[in-house]
């Protein structure tokens, strides 16, 4: 497994787990990505919010979120479109733009959808069809990434 620390300000506060096999996790009866028992959804690389910066994008998927980090893009990420949480609507707001880098598919804009019906602040840098953040870089390089994310 892949260990992908959630830290804050404090350290380490959870640990995600991703599997490298080669075979059908879902076969096998585990998901692709784990946490520890317990522990609930939090933001990923959430020391983006202590930034004194003006805009700031979000990815779902923690490896989204490396990729555009990585590329100097200030991003916050969170594990999936269903863990994003009422009280993280509070951790974006008073940014002048949040700009979603959604995945290039209809499933992609299920998080910007639930982060844009919330706040006027926030917009959409969709992925072409079949990319994620990840797939772009790789395929473009860093600046086209910032380019299309508009940063
Ligand atoms: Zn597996």
Redesign the pocket.
């Known amino acids: 497994m892949l260990a992908i620390p959630y830290i804050n300000m404090q350290g380490v506060v959870a640990i995600r787990y991703r599997?490298l096999?080669g075979?059908d996790?879902k076969e096998?009866g585990?998901g692709?990505y784990t946490r520890e028992p317990g522990d609930e959804a939090k933001i990923y690389n959430i020391k983006t919010l202590t930034l004194n910066v003006r805009r700031i994008a979000v990815c779902e998927g923690e490896i989204d979120t490396m990729t555009a980090w990585q590329c100097g893009i200030p991003t916050i990420g969170v594990s999936g479109a269903q863990n994003w949480k009422p009280l993280f609507h509070r951790h974006i707001r008073g940014y002048e733009e949040v700009v979603n880098l959604a995945d290039g598919d209809d499933a992609g804009l299920k998080l910007a959808d639930t982060i844009m019906g919330k706040n006027e602040h926030a917009s959409l840098a969709q992925m072409p069809q079949g990319s994620d953040v990840n797939k772009y870089y790789i395929d473009h390089g860093a600046e086209a990434l910032k380019t299309k994310a508009r940063f």
């Open positions: 599997c096999a075979h996790c096998l585990h692709k």
